[in-house]
């Protein structure tokens, strides 16, 4: 099933973060610490009204961005892989878009 985002929200994939380091559990506490209020996701579709009175960047699919962590709501693809988490947040609630840096070679 594909999804469509409508208006001004935006279907995130929040990055997965790990809940275990080696035997060691990380208790959710610790892991709330380290994310302070955001999250970190990328765009798998936007809707037809996102962004419009945003000025130049433009987020898109695919981007790796920032996003509050308490914004939107969260759902769960049962059909494809119930395990899939995915995030409807409204544009508003993107706080960065996260850019790859491109790494310098010495030749």
Avoid: H
Avoid at 30 to 36: F, K, S, T
């Amino acid at each position: 099933m594909k999804f469509k985002p409508v208006e001004y929200k935006v279907l995130v994939k929040p990055e997965q973060t790990e809940t275990m380091y080696g035997n060691i559990i990380i208790p959710d506490a610790a892991r709330d610490r380290q994310q302070i209020a955001q999250d970190k996701g990328e765009i798998v579709a936007v809707g037809g009204s996102c962004f419009e009175d945003w000025g130049p960047p433009v987020p898109k699919a695919g981007d790796k961005i920032l996003f509050s962590k308490y914004a939107g709501y969260r759902f769960f693809d049962r059909d494809a892989n119930p395990n899939t988490e995915y995030r409807v947040v409204n544009d508003k609630d993107i706080t960065m878009i996260l850019e790859e840096s491109e790494e310098k070679s010495d030749e």
